[in-house]
C-alpha cells in the first residue's frame, strides 16, 4: 500500500491560503455564573428592545413560515428609500451589515490586494478581507480616533478598499463629516471608501453625518447601516447598504438569494415606521451617556467621549481591567474585554436600562474603592 504522507499528495481538504490566518470572531460574554440577576452590557444593544410594531409584525408572518421571502427585498428596500430619501434601486440588504461588508470585500478584494482600516476598527474588516484573499492594512489612529492622512499614507497600486466605522466601535470616537468628505475627496477612483454608520442614529453632534451625500455624489463610496443597534432587531440579522449602482450590481450577483429572511423583512419595514421609539431611544441615550460618562470620570477611570450607545473604559493595566471585570461579573454586571482590539487595558460599557446604569456605576465606585484599600 503506497503511503500518500510519504508522497506530498494532500491527504485531506486544505483551505486556500490566508483563510487559516483568520482570527475567528468571539462575541463578548452573556453569562455571568453565580449571579442572581444578569445584565448584559456587553454588546451594545438597545435597553429599550425593539418597537412593539416590529413585534407584532413578526408575530404576523408566524403564519407564513413556510413561504419563501422576496429574494429582492422589495418592500424593506423601498421603506428604507422612503425614509432617507433613497433610491431604492441603490439599496442591498442582507443578514446583518456584517454580510454586506464581506459581500464588498469578496466583490472587490482579491489575492494580494489590499484592504485599509483602522487600529481599533470592528474586527470583522480584517476577517472579510483576509476571507477574500486580500492582505489586511491597518492604519494608526490620533488620540482614538481615525487620522485621515494616516490612511491616506498608506493607499498604493494594490489598495482596493478603505473600511471606516464612524463612529468607530470599541471606542466610541467619530471623524466631523467635513474629515470623511476630504478622506473620499483623496482616494483614487478604483479604491471602494466603506463608511460603516452602524450607530449612525447615536450620533447625534453637529458636525456628524454617515456619508450619504458622499454615496449619492461619487462611484467609490458605499454606506452601511443596520437594523441591530437603535432598532433592536439583532435577533434578526438585518443590515442593508446604499451604494452606487455599479456596487450594487456587483453584490447582487454574488449574495444568496433569499440572504434576507422573511421575518426580519417584516420586522425592519414595521421598525422604520416607528419614528416615536427611535425617538424615546437616542434621548434615553443622550442622558445615560452623559450621565454615566459623569459619574464614572469622578472616580477615577478614564473615559473617551463617544459618539454611540457605548463607554470605553480605561483601566490602569490589563491585569486592573481583568480584575474589573471579574468584580462586575460578581455582581451581574456583563462588559466586554476589548483586548482584541489592541486595548487589553479597557473594558466597553453599553448604555442600559436605569437600573443597569445605576448599578454599573455603584459597582465601579466600589471596584476602586476596594482597590485603594488593598494598596493601602
Partial sequence: MINLATTGIETQPRPRPGVLAIDPYVPGQSSAPGAATIFKLSANETPLGPSPHARDALRGFADRLQDYPDGAAIVLRTAIGTKHGFDPARIVCGNGSDEILHLLASAYIGPGDEGIFTEHGFLVYKIAILAAGGVPIVAGETNLTADVDKILALVGPRTKMVFLANPNNPTGTYLPFGEVKRLATHLPGHV??????????????????????????????????TFSKIYGLAGLRLGWCYAPLSVCDALNRIRGPFNTSGGAIAAGVAALGDARHIEKAISHNNTWLAWLTQEISEIGIKVTPSAGNFLLLHFISETQAWAADRFLLGRGLILRAVGAYGLPQCLRLTVGTDEANCLVAAALKDFVASESRARA
Fill in 192 to 225: 471602494l471608501l466603506v463608511l460603516d454608520a452602524a450607530y449612525a442614529e447615536y450620533a447625534t453632534r453637529e458636525d456628524y453625518a454617515p456619508g450619504e451625500e458622499l454615496v449619492s455624489d461619487s462611484e467609490n463610496v458605499v454606506m452601511t447601516r
